[in-house]
């Protein structure tokens, strides 16, 4: 009976596994690949591990709004303008530099260790070149250090005169033009005080630089600027906290060339003195001047004025015309046009006293083209090249003597004359010449 039992139950396995070994070879090879590739799926997962991490507080991912605001309404502004305005926000000194020196970003980044955001802000001022002291926020110790510096360097040089530039761009772009500007104004004013208000030349290296003229004893210095305390009790006060804080879009228009418009308004009107582009030459003493703007054209039917330009000014402390200047900047600035915050600006301004306020003297007067832009910017290239011919020798012998008799300076157009070489010869290279200190340069040769 048991064995009878036992007979059956291996009949009913032989059974079942006949039945199991035909359904296995009747699958398609379809079904078939389908189960091996969820096996492998299923070995994969367990072999390998993903790393997520896991999602940070909201305040982590939050955007700085008002800067978001200014990207999402304005796509049109180019990497170099969101750098600068962000420069901008984060210290008041590394505003002046090059846009392609600058590269922080809009977004606040998530809560690192504190080890970590030191060494990326090393590693970050390494790849662009930049110091500590050029994106130090100038508070306390390092705003008293810009204005006493100021002073000491004034009390100490017994300027006969005060003149300022201003350098926004990198060390590595002043170059031997720059230098020349330096040239022609000391070759004026030996007994003059220059300052070079720039991030980028307050270093070592732009010490060299500036070594050649210190060395013959003339008196120079490149300081960086605390815009605090040079726009305090003005309008520009609150339009530069504004614009700190993202209130505003600075526009398509590099920021570092309004800045500069802004700029010399407000050190003219807190210390007074003489401001220069640094693609001037000097032809001959400014020091007789006070209170003077320069026409760049005039209208050829009545002989008046048609705009005036900012790359040169010459104007007393605390002087009304520059504070409407600022208060004008300040009211309508727009970066977006050209021009509007510069050389339109003081147009429109003297523009309006002459319709409105032709009773009121402000004090000031304006000079003809002749003074500070006797070459158009559309003419500029001429003065570059060498006489080819007796006509065009006559011609630039007849032009360098107008220069030389009735100017005070010429301004070179860097936009357009930035890549021009100057020719032996050309009336910029003897021009250049009569104003040299070292005479010897071989960019002069």
């Not at 002043?174 to 208000?197: D, M, Q, Y």
């Not at 003297?350 to 003419?379: C, E, H, I, Q």
């Not at 090249?385 to 010429?410: Q, Y």
Request: aromatic share 10%; hydrophobic share 35%.
């Amino acid at each position: 009976m048991e064995e009878s039992r036992r007979a059956e139950q291996v009949d009913l396995l032989q059974r079942l596994k006949k039945l199991t070994v035909s359904l296995v070879c009747c699958l398609p090879l379809s079904l078939l690949g389908l189960l091996l590739m969820l096996l492998l799926i299923y070995n994969s997962f367990s072999a390998f591990s993903l790393h997520l991490d896991p999602i940070p507080p909201k305040s982590t991912l939050s955007l700085d709004y008002n800067h978001h605001q200014v990207l999402h309404h304005h796509p049109s502004l180019s990497s170099s303008s969101r750098s600068t305005l962000t420069s901008s926000s984060k210290s008041d000194s590394s505003m002046l530099l090059a846009v392609k020196e600058t590269s922080l970003g809009f977004v606040q980044k998530q809560k690192v260790s504190p080890i970590k955001t030191e060494r990326r802000t090393r590693r970050r001022k390494r790849r662009n070149g930049l110091t500590p002291a050029m994106t130090q926020k100038p508070q306390g110790k390092s705003r008293q250090k810009f204005k006493t510096r100021i002073k000491s360097f004034l009390s100490e040089s017994s300027c006969e005169s005060l003149f300022f530039m201003i350098w926004i761009s990198s060390l590595e772009s002043f170059g031997e033009r720059e230098r020349f500007t330096i040239e022609s104004l000391f070759k004026s004013h030996p007994n003059s005080c220059l300052i070079l208000v720039s991030n980028s030349l307050d270093c070592e290296r732009g010490t060299l630089i500036l070594k050649p003229f210190t060395d013959k004893g003339l008196k120079v210095l490149a300081i960086k600027p605390d815009f605090t305390y040079i726009f305090k009790d003005t309008s520009a006060e609150k339009w530069f906290e504004r614009l700190k804080k993202g209130m505003f879009s600075p526009g398509v228009i590099p920021l570092e060339q309004n800045l500069s418009n802004i700029l010399r308004l407000a050190l003219l009107y807190k210390f007074g003195g003489i401001y220069l582009d640094t693609d001037v030459i000097i032809l001959k003493p400014l020091t007789n001047l006070h209170n003077v703007i320069g026409a760049q054209t005039v209208d050829p039917v009545t002989r008046k004025w048609s705009r005036l330009n900012n790359a040169v000014l010459i104007f007393d402390k605390n002087h009304p015309l520059l504070k409407s200047f600022i208060d004008e900047f300040s009211r309508t600035f727009n970066g977006n046009k050209w021009g509007h915050n510069g050389p339109y600006l003081v147009s429109r301004v003297v523009a309006k006293f002459n319709v409105s306020n032709s009773s009121w003297d402000m004090g000031f007067s304006v000079l003809p083209p002749s003074s500070f832009y006797p070459v158009d910017w559309t003419r500029i290239s001429g003065f570059y090249r060498a006489s080819v011919n007796g006509r065009e020798a006559n011609w630039s012998h007849k032009r360098l003597m107008h220069l030389r008799k009735h100017s005070l300076s010429v301004h070179l157009w860097n936009r357009e004359s930035k890549k021009l070489r100057i020719e032996k010869g050309s009336i910029i290279q003897k021009l250049m010449s009569d104003s040299c200190i070292f005479c010897n340069s071989s960019f002069l040769h």
